[in-house]
């Protein structure tokens, strides 16, 4: 499995970003999808997940609310919809390939993506 995330960028506090995974190879092996996001001096943390067949979306505490994950099943691309961004926002984000929706650590996802920086300035 394959993935290309994009639609990083600088926005300022209050705005919005896209970001999207497409996805490529054996795809049918991964059931969800996860976005995560690593910061300076940090480790890497789980965003949010959705699986590709029933669509169930799962959202850290700290983007739920703000951030929207969904996916189109024919372009095999995922989105992360991010509303209301924050400072604290400001990372570099990574889309992998897993087997549930409901993983949240690193380590239980197979594929990855190769992060798309955001920067949201004060």
């Known amino acids: 499995v394959q993935l290309q995330a994009s639609g990083g960028g600088l926005v300022q506090a209050g705005g919005s970003l896209r970001l999207s995974c497409a996805a490529s190879g054996r795809t049918s092996s991964s059931a969800a999808m996860g976005w995560f996001r690593q910061a300076p001096g940090k480790e890497r943390e789980f965003v949010a997940s959705i699986s590709w067949r029933a669509g169930i979306t799962y959202y850290a505490d700290s983007v739920k609310g703000r951030f929207t994950t969904s996916r189109d099943n024919a372009e095999n691309t995922v989105y992360l919809q991010m509303n209301s961004l924050k400072p604290e926002d400001t990372a570099v984000y990574y889309c992998?390939?897993?087997?549930?929706?409901?993983?949240?650590?690193?380590?239980?996802?197979?594929?990855w993506g190769q992060g798309t920086q955001v920067t949201v300035s004060s």
């Open positions: 992998a390939a897993g087997g549930s929706v409901w993983n949240r650590v690193p380590t239980e996802y197979d594929y």
